[in-house]
């Protein structure tokens, strides 16, 4: 990425629409897109493009953009909370990243009869699930605040994954907040959940009652955030981890952290549930007793995962990653 000049690579797109920069350059050639810009003789596009290239890409391809269906009783609601819902679930982008509007229902009724004082999101996305979460405080007329944390980095089309482009998720997340009436009540921040947990203390004064981890489904990612976060939550506190069942999500953390760290152990209390109508899964967990060895720096498998993370950060990784030195460190990592 050129920041300056805001230009977004060709290469970059074409990988993730899973074809060649070549065959990308062809076509905008062919449905005559002039927006296209060379480099160094490589081809990009600029920024403010990008979204009416994706609406050319997928008339001409013969996507075709899926949605939720919603619930009867939120389409008819005039509550400003359930209309500014439904408008976010009618965004390309929103399906099937965004939680379903029956598992949002259920997030809502869970906070409206759990009563958390102090709720953290990590992984808001677009803010559907966060503002589910405040339509229950705001039912109860509860005092809290939502903390809701997430690199708001462009979305683009990703078939299968979204099939829409927002260039500033952070933005329309607050303006749904607006819009629902429930912007006092969510706090939202554009970082990792890594740096929100070294500055903890700076933005959340109280132990957080209701953990909610919807970021990064990597093991390594959600190791992370697990063992950041859970020394937060007090006995008696709730953790929830969306995207448990691999089989159909695709995503191996969430249930890495439920099978190695709280399926048999005595601190906690766990329920699966089955979602519908994909079974992505979610798993809502208690914390009974404390167990010092899931904090940082108590466990070395944990601190395995977490170093992973460190390493694709640095410079030296991003330069051996794709190289024989790079397979093998992945190897061996796999095999401890």
């Avoid at 720096?297 to 694709?312: D, P, Y």
Wanted: with cysteine.
């Amino acid at each position: 990425m050129y920041k300056n000049e805001e230009l977004y690579p060709l290469a970059n797109l074409a990988q993730i629409l899973k074809t060649s920069p070549e065959d990308l350059a062809e076509f905008a050639e062919k449905v005559q897109f002039t927006a296209i810009t060379k480099v160094n003789s490589l081809d990009f596009i600029k920024k403010d493009d990008i979204e009416r290239f994706f609406e050319e890409y997928v008339l001409h391809s013969n996507i075709t953009p899926r949605y939720w269906k919603i619930l009867p009783h939120l389409d008819n609601s005039v509550l400003p909370w359930a209309t500014t819902l439904v408008k976010m679930y009618q965004e390309k982008f929103a399906y099937p990243t965004c939680v379903s509007p029956s598992q949002g229902q259920l997030l809502k009724e869970l906070v409206s009869n759990i009563n958390p004082q102090n709720i953290l999101e990590i992984g808001c996305f677009i803010g559907i699930s966060t503002i589910w979460m405040a339509a229950g405080l705001e039912e109860i007329e509860s005092k809290a605040i939502i903390h809701s944390v997430d690199l708001f980095e462009p979305i683009l089309l990703w078939t299968g994954y979204n099939y829409g482009y927002l260039n500033n998720p952070l933005e329309y997340a607050k303006n749904a907040a607006l819009s629902a009436q429930l912007s006092h009540r969510i706090s939202f921040y554009k970082m990792s959940s890594e740096e929100l947990g070294k500055k903890f203390s700076q933005f959340i004064d109280r132990p957080i009652d209701f953990l909610y981890i919807d970021g990064d489904h990597s093991v390594p990612g959600c190791v992370n955030d697990f063992v950041l976060f859970y020394p937060q939550v007090p006995i008696g506190g709730y953790i929830m981890l969306h995207d448990i069942y691999p089989k159909f999500c695709g995503y191996e953390g969430p249930r890495y952290i439920i099978d190695n760290f709280i399926k048999k152990s005595p601190h906690f209390d766990l329920v699966e549930i089955n979602t519908t109508p994909h079974n992505f899964g979610i798993a809502l967990i208690r914390k009974r007793s404390e167990d010092k060895n899931l904090y940082p720096g108590k466990n070395w498998r944990l601190e395995l995962h977490r170093a992973r993370i460190r390493l694709s950060k640095t410079t030296t990784w991003k330069k051996i990653k794709d190289k024989p030195m790079g397979n093998l460190v992945r190897k061996v990592i796999r095999r401890i």
